[in-house]
Nanobody, 119 residues
Framework: QVQLVESGGGLVQAGGSLRLSCAASGSISRIIVMGWYRQGPGKQRELVAAITTGGSTNYVDSVKGRFTISRDGAKDTVYLQMNSLKPKDTAVYYC?????????????WGQGTQVTVSS
């Protein structure tokens, strides 16, 4: 099992910045990818950004150039630096970890943290 604890959400004005953190603990030795998803009101959950253990990153087009995902391997923590925030970035942000299990990959989710961007 992997436990994920998120922090850093909140209310910010358009153009502002926030930094999300997600600390992983437990069975972390076989983690493949750490990332962030979001779910806005009335919308499906979508991948925002992800980073592999090798450092490769992936972003949804709408956040490229504004968000940066990074990982501190020593602390088993993944960060999402969000700059130039827009009202459309308002959503609950979920930390996600993919880990090799005995029968393939397994997803673990954080509890979610609310990000609200006011216009």
């Amino acid at each position: 099992q992997v436990q994920l604890v998120e922090s850093g959400g909140g209310l910010v004005q358009a153009g502002g910045s926030l930094r999300l953190s997600c600390a992983a603990s437990g069975s972390i030795s076989r983690i493949i990818v750490m990332g962030w998803y979001r779910q806005g009101p009335g919308k499906q959950r979508e991948l925002v950004a992800a980073i592999t253990t090798g450092g490769s990153t992936n972003y949804v087009d709408s956040v490229k150039g504004r968000f940066t995902i990074s990982r501190d391997g020593a602390k088993d923590t993944v960060y999402l630096q969000m700059n130039s925030l827009k009202p459309k970035d308002t959503a609950v942000y979920y930390c996600n970890v993919k880990r090799w299990g005995s029968k393939g990959t397994v997803d673990y989710w954080g509890q979610g943290t609310q990000v609200t961007v006011s216009s």
